[in-house]
């Protein structure tokens, strides 16, 4: 049984200059790479999925069976391989990509280097969302110390492998954390999602073999090389192993980073977050983000890994787990969330761009006090049309909040509309009198 | 790429630096997203000679850049502040107070009773002072809930009076700390960043130190500390 913290990828946090080549070389850093770069590339492969390293971006796909969709041959002729870093961290309530990588940049580099060397790729772009300007700086000097000390560029520690890095600043756009919208967006074009198949692996950035991978996903990369599978197996579940960086957010005592075993419950999640601020009680929360479906004081015990989370009705997503208290009002925070899908639906799909748009408008109505009970039923209707009917996962989690909310929580929306149902009727009776 | 004339507010310097980024990247139209916060770092916002600049450079059409330019927040069409604040409005924010910090900041900065609206600036855009006001979506800081940031540096745990105090001292020209980034400078030598380009310089070391470590950050990582836990230690022969 492992600790409630296991500090893996954030072992490094707390050390002074925890960004710099110094520190990190000091601190085990780029001791992975060089027992990467001496084995056979599928070796690499096989070890991420032995280790069932599964995607830290949400949707919790094995990152070494996506690595092996990638064509194995690297001859003269064959097409250049990419690997993305989708660093495009938006999903409402997610704030661990970019802690790590200000505070470790080079983790993230040195599992690209492993990545990149696995999938024959001489190439990696990281798409960081472009309103994180810190964290870029420190990539771009991280990337600047690492070609210095030869971990990138030519002939990479003597072993004839190339890379180069690109740090790239996106501008502003939500749908970019899609992956094939992240892509277009990568390629200098609006960020929509691109009809699948074909994947990434068979045609992704300008057409070429690509694998984009979360942020997380790679910097655990060289602890695994390190550690082996065994080891990362010792964390988490059987299916969902591993550590994960949970973000608390929102009414308790000490939100925060914590870096626990996959599995871990929100009640032990409280317990190291200071329990819930000022004693006020739980009401709902996310397990990873506005795109996850709500859960309430009833899901405490929920495992927290990829099956735990769906069988009780939600996903893991990104585990931001944002925490609202009784004082908040559902509808409200659907509406606001709801606001922010409209905001970033890119408008290629009509289920999604239509959907968003109509839904906060009803939302709008009903916490303004001016709903109708029929206007729940819309909704769910509506909701209905976009979930597996939109082009991409954005319009999917739209429709989350709305439908969690309105299961759990229905007497909350229906007593909007009792307000203005009585409202009304007075006024009615003001209109017979004059 | 056809012969155009010298464009009169592009100089050679960022001529040169448009064939830079175009040099980052395996095909030319990948620099277009870096090259419009190029052009926002000239003019402080995408005129249209910055989208016909990025047009020339790359051989596209006009509307092929204003396509792109016009779907991302983060180009702005009309011209900026000296500074430009960002209130995360966002559900977690929101709760926490960041819609009351957006409205306190648009009574604020309004003029005769009249709120400032979102993407409006108050002052004379361009001069020492002037402040354009957005509200965003979340800024990935919800640990540190309600966040806003000037000039995409970061400004944590904030309240209505901290974020009057904040814009009273950009609009006399002072330049107050972020809890977490460089000291700040303002939007177009940002958008000079956002492009790629960080000389090396003694500057560029300092603002990389700048700090980032906040305390919510760095709790899980104090508390395992504190009460002696660990990651499972890894095994000699395999760590070799």
């Given at each position: 049984m492992a600790d409630p913290i296991t500090p893996v990828l954030t072992k490094r946090w707390l050390s002074p200059n925890s960004w710099r080549l110094s520190t990190y070389e000091q601190l085990e850093g780029y001791t992975a790479v060089k027992k990467a770069l001496r084995k056979p590339p599928e070796q690499m492969v096989a070890l991420i999925k032995d280790a069932g390293l599964r995607g830290r971006g949400g949707a919790g796909f094995p990152a070494g069976v996506k690595w092996s969709f990638m064509p194995q041959a690297d001859k003269g002729a064959a097409k250049p391989h990419y690997l993305v870093i989708n660093a495009d961290e938006g999903e409402p309530g997610t704030c661990k990509d970019i802690p790590l990588m200000m505070a470790d940049p080079h983790s993230l580099i040195e599992g690209c280097i492993i990545a990149s060397y696995a999938m024959r790729a001489h190439h990696c772009f990281i798409y960081v969302r472009g309103e994180v300007l810190h964290c870029i700086r420190r990539l771009n000097a991280a990337v600047r110390e690492a070609y210095d000390a030869g971990y990138?560029?030519?002939d990479i520690l003597g072993s004839g492998f190339d890379l180069d890095i690109v740090v790239h600043a996106g501008a502003g756009a939500y749908i970019c954390g899609e992956e094939t919208a992240l892509l277009d967006s990568l390629e200098g074009r609006r960020g929509q999602p691109r009809l699948k198949p074909p994947f990434p692996a068979a045609a992704g950035l300008y057409a070429k073999p690509t694998t984009v991978n979360n942020v997380e996903t790679i910097a655990t990369v060289p602890y695994i090389v390190n550690g082996g599978s065994d080891w990362f197996r010792e964390m988490g579940t059987e299916k969902s192993p591993g550590p994960k960086i949970f973000s608390i957010s929102g009414h308790v005592e000490q939100p925060g980073q914590y870096e626990a075993p996959l599995g871990t419950t929100l009640r032990e999640l409280l317990e190291l977050a200071g329990g819930m601020k000022d004693g006020i009680p739980l009401k709902f929360w996310t397990p990873g983000g506005s795109s996850t479906p709500m859960f309430t004081a009833?899901?405490?015990?929920?495992?927290?890994d990829f099956e735990g989370a769906a069988e009780a009705g939600s996903m893991l997503g990104t585990t931001a787990i944002m925490v609202f208290n009784e004082t908040v009002s559902v509808p409200w925070a659907v509406m606001k969330w709801t606001q922010f899908y409209e905001h970033e639906s890119?408008?290629?799909?009509?289920p999604c761009r239509e959907g968003t748009f109509w839904l906060a408008q009803v939302l709008e109505r009903m916490v303004a006090g001016k709903g109708t009970e029929e206007d729940i039923d819309t909704m769910l209707d509506v909701c209905d049309n976009i979930l597996g009917r939109s082009f991409c996962a954005l319009g999917d989690g739209a429709v989350s909040p709305i439908e969690s909310g309105i299961k759990y929580f229905r007497d909350e929306f229906l007593a909007l509309c009792e307000d203005n149902k009585s409202k009304q009727s007075e006024a009615e009776l003001v209109g017979a009198k004059a | 790429m056809t012969q155009v004339p010298e464009s009169t507010v592009f100089d050679a310097d960022i001529h040169a630096k448009a064939t830079e980024i175009i040099g980052r990247y395996p095909e030319a139209r990948s620099a277009l997203l870096p090259m419009l916060h190029l052009v926002q770092s000239v003019q402080g916002y995408v005129s249209q000679e910055g989208i016909s600049f990025c047009a020339e450079k790359l051989d596209l059409t006009d509307a092929e850049v204003s396509a792109v330019a016009t779907f991302y927040t983060m180009y702005k069409r009309k011209p900026c502040g000296e500074h430009l604040v960002s209130v995360c409005t966002n559900t977690l924010c929101a709760a926490m107070g960041g819609d009351a910090i957006y409205k306190k900041l648009q009574d604020h900065l309004g003029e005769n009773g009249t709120p400032l609206g979102h993407e409006e600036t108050a002052g004379t855009p361009g001069e020492t002072g002037s402040i354009t006001l957005e509200h965003a979506e979340c800024l990935a800081a919800c640990d540190l809930a309600p966040v806003l940031q000037v000039n995409y540096e970061y400004f944590d745990n904030q309240t209505e009076q901290s974020a009057v105090e904040l814009v009273d001292a950009l609009r006399k020209g002072e330049r107050p700390q972020p809890t977490r980034g460089a000291s700040l400078t303002d939007l177009k030598s940002v958008e000079l960043q956002l492009a790629g380009f960080f000389p090396e310089d003694e500057q560029f070391a300092t603002d990389v130190d700048g700090p980032s470590a906040a305390e919510e950050t760095l709790r899980g990582a104090k508390l395992a500390q504190e009460r002696g836990w660990v990651a499972p230690a890894m095994r000699d022969e395999e760590t070799r």
């Open positions: 990138l560029g030519k009833d899901h405490l015990d929920v495992p927290l890119c408008g290629k799909c009509t | -």
